[in-house]
């Protein structure tokens, strides 16, 4: 297939210019969200044909393997190590765009190595599913059909793996398009798999249809890897541009950070059926936002890696600088809406099929508690990157997410007797906010590219259009209560963004004046 670029010849990340980014950024902001689109489908499709019983429960449980997989290698471990390893070998190549020695060597000291090990992952996990899952979800109704499902799952881990690497390549070498397609070939494969099986296969179908998407992820991003890459060298090499150690800190930290799901899914097990999959729809539903606006920090995460590496500080700190205050916007007015019009979305987007009101309450009364991470959950995903830029990563992420899940740990723990799964949430929105504030405190000084002081100020601003959409929602949501979901979700939407944006140009205008009178 052809390489889905940005349309020019793709940029030395080094030197990219404003106008690539923009094109770059909208290309594969249009992708994901392409992507995430297909997955509300998947998740509704899930909703309608099984509900949220012990079936989604078991099938959500054995789902754990490909959600941590994809995060660590995806988006995670893959991403932070390998992003800046091919921008070291390109860089010392002068920035060529294709089949250079030193390209060759980074995929010769790590590719074979890497895959070898994922398979033998793989096979752990068909070997030890029955003891994976009471570990993850002791006192399960349906273990029998959990255990089915995790060993079906099982071949992701080096599918999903392999799919990581060649994103990482692909990026570091400006083709963003075939990347940011990854997950839309994801949700294609699985869609497809429980259109066809679920009749016969029930869930065990949909979890067949993850390893079948997780095959379209490598076959999506195939050609343009082997025209700008190539195939990885037959003999293994040292290369001193990479250390497969540096895989390390980076690992604990991604692992660290799944583990949340863990705590969430461990202590809901023994709650009613249907309480792990009342989680899983709120966070998947609440995260859209964040999905969306990162992709474009993943477009700039090989410029930031560049600037890092030349030295350019100033470069890399406005940089980052950038993309926290424009997620973390996006965070606060996704937190305003959601709080506000949770039970319109969730009742849009799930309620039918096997899916009842009572479906709907519970998922909203999580989703409007979980909202309150999403703020912490932007800072942790874009503020690891600084520490993950250098050639020898950090283990002060690692350090930061450890305090974060024991505080969510022992915070769940104690909340989800009183609240159930509202507790669960809560912690979870707590610990990862504590997470985002050690980092953001760890890096002042250490970090050529930390933001400085100012930004978060700014960002600390942004609280006051967010309680003014919350106050508004707050005086919209019972006039709406009583309007057909799409409609009340569309009205809700547009006077949430237009009541966030008409503040923050308030702000912006009475700054300007008063440096005008000033």
């Not at 019983?53 to 941590?68: K, M, N, Q, R």
């Not at 809901?268 to 474009?296: D, F, R, W």
């Not at 410029?303 to 993309?323: F, H, K, N, Q």
């Amino acid at each position: 297939m052809a390489p889905l670029t940005t349309g020019t010849t793709p940029a030395a990340p080094g030197t990219a210019t404003n106008r690539f980014l923009v094109r770059a950024g909208a290309l594969s902001a249009g992708l994901v969200a392409l992507g995430s689109l297909l997955g509300l489908v998947r998740d509704l499709l899930v909703a309608a044909l099984f509900g949220a019983s012990g079936d989604t429960d078991a099938f959500l449980v054995a789902w754990t393997v490909p959600e941590t997989v994809s995060p660590l290698l995806v988006e995670g471990t893959m991403a932070l190590v390998m992003v800046p390893a091919f921008g070291r070998a390109l860089a010392a190549a002068g920035d060529a765009r294709r089949h250079h020695p030193a390209v060759d060597d980074v995929v010769a000291a790590t590719f074979a190595r890497i895959v070898a090990v994922l398979i033998v992952v793989g096979g752990l996990v068909v070997a030890f599913a029955p003891w994976l899952v009471d570990a993850l979800a002791p006192g399960l109704a349906h273990r029998d059909v959990a255990v089915d499902c995790m060993r079906l799952v099982s071949v992701t881990v080096p599918l999903i793996g392999v799919a990581g690497y060649m994103s990482a390549a692909l990026r570091s070498h400006g083709h963003f398009g075939p990347p940011a397609a990854i997950y839309l070939a994801y949700n294609v494969g699985i869609i497809g798999s429980i259109g066809l099986g679920h009749s016969a296969f029930g869930v065990r179908g949909a979890a067949a249809g993850l390893s079948v998407g997780a095959a379209f992820m490598v076959l999506v991003q195939l050609g343009p890897y082997l025209r700008h890459v190539g195939l990885p060298p037959l003999a293994w090499r040292r290369s001193g541009l990479v250390a497969l150690g540096a895989f390390v800190p980076v690992g604990g930290y991604t692992l660290l950070r799944q583990a949340q799901v863990f705590v969430e899914r461990y202590l809901a097990a023994p709650l009613e059926p249907g309480t792990i999959s009342h989680l899983n729809y709120a966070q998947k539903v609440a995260q859209v936002p964040l999905t969306l606006s990162a992709m474009a920090a993943a477009v700039t995460f090989p410029i930031l890696a560049r600037s890092v590496a030349a030295g350019r500080r100033d470069e890399a700190r406005r940089r980052m600088e950038t993309d926290l205050l424009v997620i973390g916007a996006v965070a606060l007015l996704a937190t305003a809406f959601l709080a506000t019009f949770a039970p319109a979305v969730v009742a849009l987007l799930f309620q039918r099929g096997e899916f009842g009101p009572e479906d709907t309450a519970a998922t909203a009364a999580i989703m409007r508690v979980y909202v309150l991470g999403l703020l912490g959950q932007a800072m942790v995903d874009l503020l690891c990157r600084s520490y993950f830029t250098r050639e020898r990563p950090s283990w002060l992420p690692a350090a930061a997410m450890t305090a974060g899940l024991l505080a969510t740990a022992v915070l769940a723990a104690w909340l989800v007797r009183p609240w159930g799964a509202a507790g669960i949430a809560l912690a979870n929105a707590a610990g990862i906010t504590l997470t985002g504030v050690l980092l953001a405190g760890s890096a002042r000084g250490r970090l050529p590219s930390a933001p400085g002081r100012a930004v978060y100020a700014r960002l600390a601003l942004l609280l006051v259009p967010t309680a003014a959409t919350v106050a508004a929602g707050a005086l919209l949501r019972e006039p709406l209560a009583g309007w057909p979901p799409p409609v009340a979700v569309a009205v809700g939407g547009v006077a949430s963004v237009a009541i966030f944006a008409g503040v923050v140009a308030a702000g912006w205008w009475l700054t300007r004046a008063r440096r005008g009178v000033a």
